[in-house]
């Protein structure tokens, strides 16, 4: 599984650099401080873009997060972008260690035939219903997985299609240590629901792209 592997090189120190591909992909700043209010909407209209026309999507993200070009940790695979939440605001006083949004994309070989079809789930081959979910008129299938290991626990939740013969991944990425290695009181369990909802609003900008910058509505 993806999260193990992300694991297991934690735990050796191995480092995997993924560069950043493509010289025309941007970042495009847009005036103004990002607007994030805790469990109330967030407003994403002073966020910025980061528009790749190498692989053709964009997605919006607010100044909590930054963009890293190299990437020490793949959590999932063919990286090219990650967007780790900076925002000492949310780690300080937690347990929370590491946040993180990468974009992967990979041959369509590489996505499983099982799982997806042109954008679509395959549920002719697969015995249970697999979860969708609609982002920006294209569906994705999701999947999650949480695990421990030594005091320390690790989330991915991915959302994967295709689209335009390669497979698209979005991974939200949560590493925090369990609560119960502190001393009573000391440390208070990071805020789960506001992190996650933040990287929920910023998949919910990705959008693909045509072949000379527009988009794909």
């Known amino acids: 599984m993806l999260i193990r592997f992300a694991v297991a090189v934690l735990f050796v120190g191995l480092l995997i650099v993924v560069p950043l591909a493509g010289a025309m992909d941007a ?14 909407p967030i407003n994403t209209c002073c966020w910025k873009a980061y528009i790749s026309e190498t692989y053709g999507f964009e997605m919006k993200y607010p100044q909590d997060l ?10 999932i695979e063919g990286t090219i972008l990650r967007l780790s939440l900076v925002n000492r ?24 035939s099982e799982r997806l079809c042109d954008g679509f789930p395959n549920f002719s081959t697969r015995e249970d219903p ?5 982002i920006s008129g294209v569906t994705f299938s999701k ?7 030594v005091g320390h626990q690790y989330g991915v939740i ?5 689209h335009g013969g ?13 609560i119960h290695v502190f001393d009573p009181g000391t440390v208070s369990e990071f805020d789960r629901a506001t992190v996650l909802s933040l990287f929920d609003r910023v998949i919910s900008t990705f959008r693909f ?9």
């Open 27 to 40: 970042i495009q700043a847009e005036k103004g401080p990002a607007t994030i209010a805790e469990h109330a």
């Open 66 to 75: 930054a963009v890293q070009q190299e990437i020490p940790l793949a959590v």
């Open 89 to 112: 605001t949310y780690y300080d006083g937690t347990n929370l260690v590491e946040a993180s949004l990468s974009v992967g994309v990979t041959p369509e070989k590489a996505c499983s």
């Open 130 to 134: 697999v979860e969708t979910r609609d």
């Open 143 to 149: 999947d999650s997985s949480w695990e421990g290991a």
């Open 158 to 162: 991915t959302y994967s299609a295709l």
């Open 166 to 178: 390669s497979c698209y991944r979005l991974a939200i990425f949560i590493h925090c240590i369990n």
């Open 209 to 217: 792209r045509k072949l000379g910058g527009q988009l794909l509505l």
